[in-house]
């Protein structure tokens, strides 16, 4: 990740840190403020914005590679070049909710009321040249989208299987590191955990790749049928001991 002239008009915050540091910085300048936020996830996996700062500490050399891999899918350069959101200003999920709870607008719609979510906090990094912000911010409005497609829960253990999908999608090693990570944390109390992730990785590696598709073509599609389709079976409810 490359950029000549970071605004300085950036506001002073941990993300917009991380990609000044990832920008600018040393390479040892990106394991710390990692190893930092990885710390702070681990204390508190509800703490999601040390996930964003951990992805982009780790995965700013890989940028290019994941880049490239995002526009070698079909959709990758259309997608780039008209930078849509999945947001509430540009998606109308009072319309989503209305869909049948089979179709993938339905679900999304539904999972997001579940779970009291809003892809609106996900937003372009402050600082991040234009590529890098938008591919930034697709990955993050569509992770939900990922879990309602994989049928990953919310709760920490699906966390940590939908993170080694990623990876296996993306090949960024920011994924890598917190499904490994968390593997071991929660491993010690559950040791189905490493299962479960081991698992999430190769689902990833069976599926179609999915971070370039155009999800608001598919709103009104099956939800089983898009499934089929990406390559992706639904994960089975697993009692985890």
Known sequence: MQASDPSSSVPATPEAEAVRVALTGRRVDRLR??????????RDPEDTSQVFVLYVALNAEAFPAVLSKFLAQPEGPALMRDKPAIDSSSVD???LAALPSTTLG???ARHLQRNGLSPDVFQRPPGAPPEAAYLAQRLRQSHDLWHVVT?????VIDELALQAFTYAQIRAPGPLVVSLAGALRWGI???????RVLEGYRRGQKAKPMSA????AHWSDNLDMLRQSLGVLPA?????S
């Not at 049928?151 to 709760?155: I, K």
């Open 33 to 42: 403020i990692a190893t930092r936020a990885l710390g702070r996830l681990v």
């Open 93 to 95: 999920f009072a319309a």
């Open 106 to 108: 339905g679900a999304f």
């Open 151 to 155: 049928g990953y829960g919310t709760d």
């Open 189 to 195: 109390t559950n040791p189905g955990v490493l299962r």
């Open 213 to 216: 598709l155009r999800w608001e």
């Open 236 to 240: 089975r409810v697993a009692a985890m």
